[in-house]
Every structure is written in structure tokens, then in C-alpha cells.
């Protein structure tokens, strides 16, 4: 929230120059101390869409933001109730368009398939994990963005600071009890992410660069993604995340990365990519938007 009014107050003697997007979904006072409760106040349904958007255009004092997310998709409201309602948001002029964040594959599928149909607006971005640590995007969220043209932008591309390099197996009883850090701890109890971490540190020493950089890097290579986002707290965070657009990891450098992380197994259907030559036919071509994202890819990254 405070967030909010100190953007509003940076950018506004230059708002047309700048791009704004916000949220909605997640209930604060559910997550606040000492507050009472608002059932309606989170969740992806209409109410909450109008007021979550309502307070966030007063904090920025503005009268439009250009993108507005669902920050989760909570299993609850209709699919067409989300969609008819950021569609009267962007009719309204308070939105110029609408995106997805931590949505499954199937859902963000159904809603663009029903705002195609209907005439609604489309999401036009995704928001999801996705770093050395976790490549799950690849196999079925990548593919279903190519498909319909939804541009992917990872959050934790550094692994909540993991793939920074500051971490050690003695450093785990030292982290502050709060939700990043036991995400960190469990990083460190997996005996592949000091690998990947070791690569990475390699290839940071090769390119001259950090390691953020070179994880930032891999993540900015891969196919259909738009931009990673970044969690800096200080200028020299910012500066070195920013840093990692200077330059461009070798194709040998990224092949050494995708062997390190590569996951332990393929999941159905994309592991049946070896009988495809034998019950379909050979040398079948595959649309060039999911060429990439093809089970062959998959394969040879994998095998």
C-alpha cells in the first residue's frame, strides 16, 4: 500500500512515459494483525475486483492503470465472472489491459478461450515461477502461453536469493524466521541446487558478471519470455539486476546451465515424445509458435 502512494508520487509528472500495473486477489486484512477481517475484500470475484482496484487508483492518484493482475487464481469464482469483469474494468478506461499471475495452464487457456469468444479482453501476460531451480514452466504453462500469445514474466528468477552465491550449507540456522527464508532453507536441503549453483558461480567467473547476473541471464534467453522481475531492496540491487541485459550468456554457457537444472524426469505426455515417430508418422511438422516448446525440444534438452 505505502508502495503504491510512493509510485503515484514518483511518477506523476510523467505518467504517459511510464508503464503502471497492480494487482488484486490477496486479502490484507487477512494477513494483517490486529484488523478485522473483510471476507470480500480478497479473492478474484467482482466486489473484490472493484474496491482492490478502487483503492489502488486512489493510493497512485491516478485515473488509470495500464495493466491490472489477477495475482492468484483461487479455484472459487467462475472463470466467466473474472473475465466479464476485468472486461468492464477495461471498458470503464480504469484499465488498459488485463494479465494472469499463478494461474494452472488449463485455466489461463479457458479464460482467454472465453474472452476470444465472447469479445472480452484477453490476458495479455503471465506472471509464474520460474528459475534454474524450477523449470515446471516449461512443460505445459511455456507451450500454453506460445499458443495463445501471452507473454511470460518469471518472478524468483534468483530463487529467493539462493542463486546469488551469499548462502551456505552452515548459513540455514542463521535465516530469520519468515517465509522467504524458509523457502531458502529448503533450497539449501537439496543437494542438486549447490550443482547448480556451483555452475553458475563458474560461468559468473567466466562472463565477469555476478551470479544474479548470469541466473537473470539464462532466464531472459529462454523462449517467450518477456522480461524476469525483479525484487531489488537497495539502488545496488537494482543496478546489478539491470546489469544482466549487457550481455548474453554463450549458447554453451546456456547448455551447461540446462544440463545442471535439467528436471529428474519428464511428465506424461510429454515424456511419450519417443513413440510419436512411430504411431504418427516421421518428420511430422510442428507449428512454428510451439516449435520450440515441442516434445522433441523437450527431449533433447532432457535425454
Request: proline share 4%.
Amino acid at each position: 500500500m505505502m508502495g503504491e502512494r510512493f509510485l503515484g508520487d514518483y511518477v506523476s509528472d510523467k505518467r504517459s512515459d511510464v508503464v503502471i500495473a497492480t494487482k488484486y486477489t490477496c486479502n490484507t486484512t487477512s494477513m494483517q494483525k490486529d484488523v478485522r477481517l473483510n471476507p470480500n475484500l480478497g479473492g478474484n470475484h467482482r466486489k473484490s475486483l472493484v474496491e482492490n482496484l478502487n483503492e489502488s487508483l486512489k493510493r497512485l492518484n491516478m485515473s488509470y492503470v495500464d495493466i491490472l493482475y489477477v495475482h492468484i487464481y483461487e479455484f472459487r469464482t467462475p472463470i466467466e465472472e473474472i473475465m466479464r469483469s476485468l472486461d468492464d474494468a477495461v471498458r470503464s478506461g480504469k484499465v488498459l489491459y488485463v494479465a494472469a499471475s499463478n494461474f494452472p495452464s488449463w485455466a489461463l487457456a479457458r479464460a482467454n478461450t472465453f474472452a476470444e469468444l465472447r469479445g472480452w479482453s484477453s490476458f495479455i501476460g503471465l506472471q509464474t515461477r520460474y528459475s534454474l531451480l524450477d523449470r515446471s514452466l516449461e512443460f505445459d504453462l511455456q507451450p500454453a502461453c506460445a499458443e495463445l500469445d501471452v507473454g511470460i514474466i518469471p518472478w524468483g528468477a534468483v530463487a529467493e536469493g539462493f542463486l546469488t552465491g551469499k548462502h551456505t550449507r552452515e548459513s540455514a540456522a542463521n535465516l530469520k524466521s519468515e517465509h522467504r527464508s524458509h523457502k531458502v532453507a529448503d533450497h539449501l536441503k537439496v543437494e542438486k541446487n549447490w550443482k547448480i549453483l556451483d555452475d553458475v558461480i563458474t560461468v559468473s567467473k567466466e562472463t565477469g558478471r555476478t551470479p544474479v547476473q548470469v541466473a537473470m541471464n539464462w532466464v531472459q534467453q529462454k523462449p517467450g519470455i518477456t522480461s524476469p522481475l525483479i525484487g531489488a531492496r537497495t539502488v545496488t540491487q537494482l543496478e546489478e539486476n539491470l546489469k544482466s541485459l549487457e550481455f548474453k550468456l554463450t549458447p554453451e554457457q546456456v547448455k551447461r546451465l540446462d544440463e545442471a537444472s535439467k528436471p529428474a524426469e519428464i511428465p506424461f505426455p510429454n515424456s511419450f515424445v519417443s513413440n510419436y515417430d512411430r504411431f504418427i508418422g516421421k518428420n511430422i511438422e510442428v507449428p512454428l509458435n510451439i516449435a520450440l516448446f515441442s516434445n522433441a525440444s523437450l527431449e533433447e534438452c532432457f535425454e
